[in-house]
């Protein structure tokens, strides 16, 4: 029997795949009311703004944000479940329906996904999308106690392993741990999707995307592109790559850094540009296709999409950009003993 990890492995070996663009900024054009985000759900908090709960009380507009991305030509559709973790979720007074959220999100999800497929047979597939929570196991939160951690290791596995186990549940194909501003976190989902898996006894791919916090090419917790590659490539993923915090110019360096070691497929979706004055996003779908189609060009990507910003168009656009173009070429990197703190360390045979 062919598993999804194959099925996925062997479409990424034939083109350029494509991955959806932003959900936080569609849902804010539908300019919805509170009562809209809090339906009959009687929650002891206001929820405008908790676009995770939608999947529960306004499940029509994720549906319609999926399938226009599907029709813009995605093959991979992101659940809305970002922040749908037991953390995050506290803040609206709806922790205990986390589990409800994630497989209600992953179930539509998987639904415009299967409509797709019926239509044309082209594979389309379901990440299950975690985001990085608020809370961080490298750093102090305290400048006054650097040794102060707000949670701690076993939690913030726990906290993955309940939202992957829903979106598993739901219909999700892959977990997609994203944004990831702080490599142990990382470490963490992958622990929490290895703990899945050994329950379900069958293999759960895992995609990784790193976020970067200035142009020197570090996340929060302060590892380099090619440090956080040797922290995670242990977990076999199903792709690697950045996502978010910057657009397509200021991720260029980044991206042909991590394409020359990595020897899984590369996802990038990135911002559509940086945000102007009043936060909104000012690049248009042809400058980012524009783009990203120098990537695609040079041989340096498998999967390509966006981050804050993008839209339908945006893809749409990506998607007709490289739609001729080959998909990168996995490199094989000779054995040696690669190391990561800060900075990579390869030990020399």
């Not at 054009?29 to 529960?56: F, M």
């Not at 996904?113 to 809370?135: M, Q, W």
């Not at 911002?271 to 004055?277: D, I, R, T, W």
């Not at 690049?283 to 980012?288: L, N």
């Amino acid at each position: 029997m062919t598993t999804v990890r194959e099925v996925f492995l062997a479409e990424a070996a034939k083109r350029i795949l494509i991955v959806d663009g932003a959900f936080g900024t569609e849902i804010q054009s539908w300019k919805l009311s509170e009562e809209d985000y809090a339906g009959s759900l009687g929650l002891a908090r206001d929820q405008k703004g908790n676009n995770d709960i939608l999947a529960l009380t306004k499940p029509e507009v994720p549906e319609f944000i999926h399938r226009a991305y599907f029709a813009a030509g995605a093959d991979i559709a992101e659940t809305n479940t970002f922040s749908a973790n037991r953390i995050s979720q506290a803040d609206y007074a709806a922790e205990h329906l986390v589990h409800e959220i994630n497989v209600e999100s992953a179930r539509l999800a998987r639904r415009v996904a299967d409509e797709f497929v019926a239509r044309d047979g082209r594979p389309r597939f379901v990440a299950g999308a975690i985001g990085p929570t608020n809370k961080t196991l490298s750093l102090s939160p305290d400048v006054d106690d650097p040794g102060f951690r707000e949670i701690d290791w076993d939690e913030l596995v726990d906290v993955y392993r309940a939202q992957a186990e829903a979106l598993v549940e739901g219909g999700a194909d892959f977990i997609l741990v994203e944004t990831i501003f702080d490599t142990l976190n990382a470490k963490a989902g992958i622990m929490a999707v290895r703990q899945v898996e050994q329950a379900l006894g069958r293999d759960v791919p895992i995609m990784l995307s790193m976020t970067l916090t200035d142009l020197s090419g570090r996340n929060l917790s302060g590892h380099t592109v090619e440090a956080f590659w040797h922290a995670v490539r242990h977990a076999k993923p199903l792709t690697v790559g950045l996502n978010c915090s910057f657009g397509a110019t200021q991720l260029r360096p980044h991206v042909r850094t991590l394409s020359a070691i990595a020897d899984c497929p590369i996802m990038v979706y990135p911002n559509a540009g940086l945000p102007n004055e009043l936060g909104e996003y000012d690049e248009t779908p042809g400058e980012t296709a524009g783009f990203v189609h120098e990537w695609a060009e040079h041989g340096q990507v498998n999967v390509l999409g966006g981050c804050c910003g993008s839209t339908p168009a945006h893809i749409a656009a990506i998607a007709r950009k490289v739609a001729t173009l080959a998909p990168r070429q996995l490199p094989s990197p000779p054995v040696v003993t690669r190391l990561a703190g800060l900075e990579p360390f390869e030990m020399a045979a």
